[in-house]
């Protein structure tokens, strides 16, 4: 047989092929999509964070078969106008993920044991912020870590006292400040696209999730005589730390005190003497 039948009858099989893989293909199409009725879906039109609140600017569409939606999500059938969808995410929603209702908390605020669902064992607790410092002057947020520190009080056998700081608790998370959670919108909404117009408020609890046991501890901690409860703030990349125990004898008794100008040179030497002996 010549080259020219043979290329004839090759390009005859490769279009039989494609003719069968396309026949192949719509009939596994029909085969799973049958007559389901096809319904325009919301979805995501970027990423949008947890604890959002939700507007038609963060929406768009898409339609897909009925099957393919899922449970609970909102159609245009059902709301045509994409800005009567409200609410605030409680999880991270991707770029082109359905709006399912269940991920959007609407009407009253979440209450505070939804955020520690996720949390088995842990309670939440309060700290009561009378002064400024101790809140780190209110900068810090729902979903912060912090340390728990103490100042504690006391009286030695001569009557005489002294403050000692101690740690309390390591990497703490923050739940809730006064009434602003996670979970909750902030208050602090755009007056337009680009501003912000802050809200003062007078910081007044810390809500921490810690253990049951850590929650006694706590509350027994700020109930003894002239304590006081520190919070400080960790970085992401804090790492594992210790904090010493620290107290008003060792502190003047340290490398750290502030020196008499007068006696400054002497105190210096027994300091580095007394280092020298101790290695």
Same mark, same amino acid.
């Given at each position: 047989?010549?080259?020219?039948?043979?290329?004839?009858?090759?390009?005859a099989?490769?279009?039989?092929?494609?003719?069968?893989?396309?026949v192949?293909?719509?009939?596994?199409?029909?085969?799973?999509?049958?007559?389901n009725?096809?319904?325009?879906?919301?979805v995501?039109?970027?990423?949008?964070p947890?604890n959002?609140?939700?507007?038609?600017?963060?929406?768009?569409?898409r339609?897909?078969?009925r099957?393919?939606?899922?449970?609970?999500s909102?159609?245009t059938?059902?709301?045509?106008?994409s800005?009567?969808?409200?609410?605030?995410?409680?999880?991270?929603i991707q770029?082109?993920?359905?709006?399912?209702?269940t991920?959007?908390?609407?009407g009253?605020?979440?209450?505070?044991?939804?955020?520690?669902?996720s949390?088995s064992?842990?309670?939440?607790v309060s700290?009561?912020?009378d002064?400024?410092p101790?809140?780190?002057h209110?900068?810090?947020?729902?979903?912060?870590?912090v340390?728990?520190?103490?100042?504690?009080?006391?009286?030695?056998?001569?009557?005489?006292?002294?403050?000692?700081?101690r740690?309390?608790?390591?990497?703490?998370?923050?739940?809730?400040v006064? =009434?602003?959670?996670? $979970?909750?919108?902030?208050?602090?909404?755009p007056? @337009?696209?680009? #501003?912000?117009v802050? *809200? !003062?408020?007078s910081?007044?609890?810390?809500t921490?999730?810690?253990?049951?046991?850590?929650?006694?501890q706590?509350?027994?901690?700020?109930?003894?005589?002239?304590?006081?409860?520190?919070l400080?703030?960790?970085?992401?990349n804090?790492?594992?730390?210790?904090?010493?125990?620290?107290?008003?004898d =060792?502190?003047?008794? $340290?490398?750290y005190r502030?020196?008499?100008?007068? @006696?400054?040179? #002497?105190?210096?030497? *027994? !300091?580095?003497?007394r280092?020298?002996?101790n290695?």
């Amino acid at each position: 047989m010549s080259r020219g039948p043979k290329l004839a009858i090759a390009i005859a099989l490769g279009l039989l092929a494609a003719l069968f893989g396309m026949v192949y293909l719509n009939t596994e199409r029909n085969r799973m999509l049958g007559t389901n009725e096809i319904v325009e879906v919301y979805v995501a039109a970027s990423d949008i964070p947890a604890n959002t609140p939700i507007d038609g600017a963060k929406l768009t569409t898409r339609r897909i078969p009925r099957t393919f939606a899922q449970p609970q999500s909102i159609t245009t059938a059902e709301v045509a106008d994409s800005s009567k969808i409200t609410g605030v995410t409680i999880v991270p929603i991707q770029d082109g993920e359905q709006i399912v209702r269940t991920k959007l908390w609407t009407g009253k605020t979440p209450p505070l044991a939804q955020d520690l669902r996720s949390r088995s064992g842990m309670v939440a607790v309060s700290v009561q912020m009378d002064e400024e410092p101790q809140s780190l002057h209110g900068l810090v947020q729902p979903r912060d870590r912090v340390d728990v520190l103490a100042l504690l009080e006391f009286v030695k056998p001569n009557e005489e006292k002294f403050k000692e700081v101690r740690p309390l608790f390591y990497n703490v998370e923050v739940l809730a400040v006064d =009434r602003t959670t996670a $979970s909750s919108v902030t208050e602090n909404l755009p007056t @337009d696209k680009n #501003a912000l117009v802050p *809200k !003062e408020t007078s910081l007044k609890t810390v809500t921490l999730a810690l253990s049951p046991v850590a929650a006694q501890q706590l509350i027994l901690a700020q109930e003894l005589p002239s304590s006081k409860i520190w919070l400080v703030l960790r970085s992401p990349n804090s790492g594992d730390y210790r904090y010493e125990a620290w107290n008003t004898d =060792r502190l003047v008794q $340290s490398e750290y005190r502030l020196w008499d100008s007068e @006696d400054s040179r #002497a105190e210096l030497q *027994k !300091e580095m003497m007394r280092g020298l002996v101790n290695r």
